[in-house]
């Protein structure tokens, strides 16, 4: 059984930056997608971003060029750089691990952007 752990959500002001942390505790095998997903109120799931375990990245339109997602392969770790933030990320951001035959989700995180 695989439990995924983030860190890092909370308060900031627009222009700010956090970091989030979502690390994978489990075996892990074969290849897989770490992702962010974020969910405000009243509003669907959607994907921030995405990194395969070879590296490769996928971001939402909206956090292009602000936000980072990097990976730690060694720890099963998953980051989330957020720069230049704004009102409208507000929302529970999620961690997910998915694989060929599996997939996990973190408890989420809160993020806060105020104005």
């Known amino acids: 059984q695989v439990q995924l752990v983030e860190s890092g959500g909370g308060l900031v002001q627009a222009g700010g930056s956090l970091r989030l942390s979502c690390a994978a505790s489990?075996?892990?095998?074969?290849?897989?997608?770490m992702g962010w997903y974020r969910q405000a109120p009243g509003k669907e799931r959607d994907l921030v971003a995405s990194?395969?375990?070879?590296?490769?990245?996928n971001y939402a339109d909206s956090v292009k060029g602000r936000f980072t997602i990097a990976r730690d392969n060694a720890k099963n770790t998953v980051y989330l750089q957020m720069n230049s933030l704004k009102p409208d990320d507000t929302a529970v951001y999620y961690c997910?691990?998915?694989?060929?035959?599996?997939?996990?989700w973190g408890q989420g995180t809160q993020v806060t952007v105020s104005s």
């Open positions: 997910k691990l998915a694989g060929f035959s599996y997939e996990y």
């Open positions: 489990g075996s892990i095998f074969g290849i897989n997608v």
């Open positions: 990194i395969t375990s070879r590296g490769s990245t």
